[in-house]
């Protein structure tokens, strides 16, 4: 799936749920959210802040020794969202043009890593509610 996604909104047990998303490949994922609220997600915020077991080591690693070598992913400047599937209807999995395509993006880790509310200081230092690979 990839483009724009309407009709989200059936009952949820999460308390806010994504009624519309919307993707622009080479630019970013925009969520509107039950509660009216929009987020917008960079295709490398996105990628950065991947719920994978191997994304959330390299944060680690980064958080342990700033100067850690992390894996070069072949031009962050070129990266794409190739595409976008619903998983459920808890999650969302985005396939990358660095063939990263691991880690579920739940509704809640979405919200926790809403580049405004990190901004806003809102967000924890550890998101909850991440679906691993």
Do not use: C
Not at 8 to 21: F, T
Not at 61 to 85: C, H, Q, T
């Amino acid at each position: 799936m990839s483009g724009s996604v309407e009709g989200l909104g059936e009952e949820r047990a999460e308390s806010v749920w994504p009624v519309h998303l919307d993707l622009k490949r080479d630019r970013a994922l925009t969520v509107r959210w039950s509660d009216g609220r929009v987020s917008v997600y960079p295709v490398l915020y996105l990628r950065r802040h991947s719920p994978s077991a191997e994304a959330r080591q390299e944060r680690e690693a980064l958080e342990a020794g700033p100067l850690a070598v992390l894996k070069d992913r072949g031009g962050a400047a070129s990266l794409r969202a190739e595409s976008m599937e619903l998983v459920g209807n808890y999650a969302l999995r985005v396939r990358f043009s660095d063939g990263h395509d691991t880690g579920l993006y739940t509704w809640g880790y979405l919200r926790e890593i809403d580049p405004d509310r990190l901004e806003d200081g809102l967000a924890g230092d550890e998101p909850e509610g991440v679906a691993g690979d």
